[in-house]
């Protein structure tokens, strides 16, 4: 069976159809980290801007998508949700089982990706923003016919670009509602950090880079030390302490609870949204 075909690992070559910020970060990753060389790497784009862009390290640049997915082996949908649809089925004649395609489009279900391809042979990916920065939190899941082989080259792509993990589709809206909208609630944390330095007496250049280092140094600590948040807490917050009143704040405002309760709207929202 075609879909049955390996990708060859060390040679095979990667289409992005839609030439947005995501797609030129997760190319510049790939290139950056060594996993592929960009003249392995194509997409396709009428602006000149994002052409330059891409061309300017290195990838190739048609012009038109059907270009790129006879130049690849694996083939990258990186266009808005709503295209989707549109871009797959004036595809469809090419996306024969020989070609691992991959969907990174926000709500858009691998039951229908497979459908309008009539190929089976899908990955859906759902990386963040901090994909920009090298640090994305990436989840991968695997279509129907996609092998575990597909599985380890997608990690290997994605893993360029900050951290992958495997789940279950059905598991997506959830993993929205943390990592895909999480950063914008760090983001806030972030600027009310700063702005409680700035009441507190200190100039707000000085407290906005102390609150972006203090959420990044912190983060670190429970990536690095495997040690429980709640334990990293713990040693911080000593008896009668500075810590322990600020926590004793934060718990009266209802914080985790908030987080907790922002994360699960989101998650719900995404299911209202990719019922539409």
């Not at 060859?8 to 947005?20: C, M, V, W, Y």
């Not at 489009?105 to 990386?127: H, S, Y």
């Amino acid at each position: 069976m075609a879909s049955s075909v390996a990708i060859p690992s060390d040679t095979f070559k990667l289409g992005f159809i839609g030439a947005g910020k995501l797609a030129e970060n997760i190319a510049r990753g790939v290139v950056k980290s060594g996993t592929l060389p960009a003249s392995r790497i194509s997409t396709a784009h009428r602006s000149s801007d994002r052409r330059d862009v891409f061309a300017s390290f290195g990838v190739k640049v048609f012009e038109h998508n059907h270009q790129v997915v006879e130049n690849s082996d694996v083939v990258i949908f990186s266009v808005k949700p709503q295209m989707v649809k549109e871009v797959v089925l004036q595809l469809k004649p090419l996306l024969t089982g020989d070609k691992l395609l991959v969907s990174i489009a926000a709500g858009i279900k691998l039951c229908d990706l497979q459908e309008w391809a009539g190929n089976t042979r899908f990955i859906r990916v759902m990386p963040n923003t901090p994909s920009a920065v090298g640090q994305a939190a990436s989840v991968i899941s695997l279509g129907g016919t996609a092998t575990e082989e597909d599985g380890v080259l997608m990690g290997s792509l994605f893993g360029a670009i900050g951290k992958t993990w495997r789940a279950n589709e059905k598991m997506f809206d959830a993993v929205t509602g943390l990592s895909g909208s999480g950063p914008a609630y760090i983001f806030l944390a972030i600027e009310a950090l700063a702005d409680g330095g700035v009441a507190a007496g200190l100039p707000r250049d000085l407290a906005a880079g102390l609150a972006a280092q203090t959420v990044l140094g912190a983060a670190a600590m429970v990536v690095n030390t495997g040690k429980h948040p709640g334990q990293l807490k713990d040693d911080v917050a000593s008896p009668g302490g500075t810590t322990i009143a600020a926590i004793h704040e934060l718990e009266k405002g209802g914080f985790r609870g908030t987080l907790m309760n922002a994360v699960v709207a989101a998650a719900n929202r995404s299911k209202e949204l990719s019922k539409n």
